[in-house]
């Protein structure tokens, strides 16, 4: 097998563990991670060939990029406090720790690969979190810190990550040269990020079609990315502002097209990125035993000694740091989504999984230094950042569905129906307002308004049938049946259609650019 057919063998596994993990109740990065380790006991499979250099372009831009597209500027501005003690101030916490512990235990490695280290383990995974979040049923406060921290930890440290490296390849570090770097990172990536998030809202105008605009965001995270690794930035804070600027400023209510497919496309590079990704923690491990060879129960004891310290940081720093932020919520009644028990902070702690980012950070050490020489230790950093990732992965990963239910945290389904039933008596009230508008200037015949009155109402039924009272629901409840029945029929109808003009594809003399034109009108009136 040579490594396009472990390509394709992972991205295969990336489709099918999603249903998989469905049916068996278990996240699918976890079971992704598991079936990377198969793989990588079996003789036939070749060992991973990236160069290091290409992991974190390749990866990390994507993933971030489609995590953003669950979120908005509005939550993190809303959430600053909580996920700044936990996104930025756990992660420089995480790193000296670790960085401390890892220089006095493996021998032979400069303090600088230590905290490079403690940097690359630090940022719990956004993926693997909210991918076990989203299925457990969280309350949304927990499920918007998790996605907050897991953002803007992995800028927080893939930058420490990169400070540290330099320093062990150049053989030279200074902390005022190191902090200068960091501000010069950051505004850097903040202004390419707003630059290029402007100038794709006004190409994604420009080209008006839901499959170009869909191709545009598809380059712009490795645009974005690249671009300010150019300009010596932070490319992973680049692709958070431009992915937050068009989350925030490329939304058209009426692009209905534009939205399902650009929806669709970033579900699916998100599925299988992730999948890829994941798949590489398992394959790394003949690798990283191979390693260890003769001395793995040293190394061994090395990771379980990081890992103890990297979760009890984690719990010693969330429980004073959830009390403060709770202090300071409730002094100033401001709206922020906090833990509001000492169940939803402990579910918060066992949430804190490594992932994608610490593999990538792992994959992406430099072989060597600019001298030319090893880089110091590079082989027991990877081990330990793998014992690090696999145990927190797959221990945490696996037996948090368990804790959750132990613990009783839900998500509060009284508070979502309401926000809901808000949002239908929104919707129908515009509605029926753009009605009236229309028939001040419009002449409608009685029976066509009177149905236009109706329509605009079950706008708002359809949405949440908790906005009527009993006697209209059911009336309601009756037409919608109606309807269904009518919708079925035309469904029925709708694929005779296409299955009628789908097989003139085969006629002799069929020109295929006119059935496939014919077959998409068909298409889209289906979705209507």
């Not at 976890?30 to 992991?55: Q, S």
């Amino acid at each position: 097998m040579d490594q396009l057919a472990l390509l394709f063998l992972l991205l295969l596994g990336a489709v099918l563990t999603v249903p998989l993990g469905d049916r068996l109740g278990l996240p699918a990065p976890v079971l992704m991670t598991l079936v990377g380790i198969v793989l990588a006991f079996l003789p036939f499979v070749p060992n991973v060939d990236i160069p290091p250099e290409f992991i974190l372009p390749l990866v990390l831009p994507p993933l971030l990029y489609a995590s953003v597209q669950r979120t908005s500027w509005r939550q993190f501005a809303a959430n600053r406090r909580p996920i700044f003690l936990l996104a930025v101030a756990l992660v420089f916490v995480t790193t000296a720790a670790v960085g401390a512990v890892a220089d006095v235990l493996v021998p032979g490695i400069p303090l600088a690969a230590a905290l490079a280290l403690g940097a690359l383990v630090a940022p719990p995974d956004p993926v693997a979190a909210t991918a076990v979040a989203g299925s457990l049923g969280l309350p949304r406060r927990l499920v918007s810190i998790l996605e907050g921290e897991g953002l803007f930890n992995d800028v927080t440290a893939i930058v420490l990550y990169h400070v540290a490296i330099t320093a062990v390849v150049t053989g030279h570090f200074s902390w005022p040269e190191a902090l200068g770097e960091l501000v010069l990172s950051a505004v850097v990536a903040v202004a390419v990020g707003l630059a290029l998030g402007w100038a794709a809202n006004k190409l994604m105008g420009f080209l008006g079609e839901a499959p170009l605009q869909t191709g545009l965001t598809l380059l712009v995270p490795f645009v974005s990315y690249v671009l300010a690794e150019e300009l010596h930035g932070s490319g992973v804070l680049s692709v958070l502002v431009t992915a937050l600027f068009l989350a925030e400023y490329a939304l058209d209510a009426d692009d209905v097209m534009g939205r399902l497919a650009g929806q669709t496309f970033w579900e699916i590079v998100d599925t299988l990125v992730t999948g890829i990704a994941f798949g590489l923690i398992g394959l790394e491990l003949v690798h990283v035993f191979g390693v260890a060879e003769g001395r793995g129960a040293q190394m061994l004891g090395w990771g379980l000694v990081v890992v103890g310290v990297v979760v009890g940081v984690r719990l010693l720093w969330l429980l004073p740091a959830t009390w403060l932020a709770q202090r300071l919520h409730d002094r100033r009644d401001v709206a922020e989504e906090i833990p509001v028990s000492w169940r939803e902070t402990v579910v918060m702690w066992w949430a804190g999984m490594r992932g994608v980012a610490s593999v990538a950070l792992a994959l992406a050490i430099p072989l060597r230094t600019d001298d030319g020489s090893p880089f110091p230790g590079r082989d027991e950093l990877v081990f330990i950042a793998f014992c690090v990732i696999l145990a927190t992965l797959v221990v945490q990963g696996l037996s948090l569905p368990w804790l959750v239910r132990r613990l009783g945290v839900q998500a509060d389904a009284d508070a979502g129906r309401a926000f809901e039933r808000e949002l239908a008596i929104r919707a129908a009230k515009a509605a029926r307002k753009r009605l009236k508008e229309i028939e001040e200037v419009e002449e409608l015949p009685e029976e066509v308004a009177e149905r236009l009155q109706r329509g605009a109402f079950d706008i708002g039924a359809r949405i949440s049938p908790d906005m009527v009272d009993e006697e209209r629901r059911a009336a309601f409840a009756q037409r919608v049946e109606r309807l269904k029945s009518a919708h079925r029929i035309q469904k029925e109808m709708l694929s005779a259609a296409r299955h009628a003009v789908l097989s003139a594809r085969s006629e002799p003399g069929a020109d295929p650019e006119v059935v496939d034109r014919v077959l998409r009108a068909l298409d889209v009136r289906s979705m209507r």
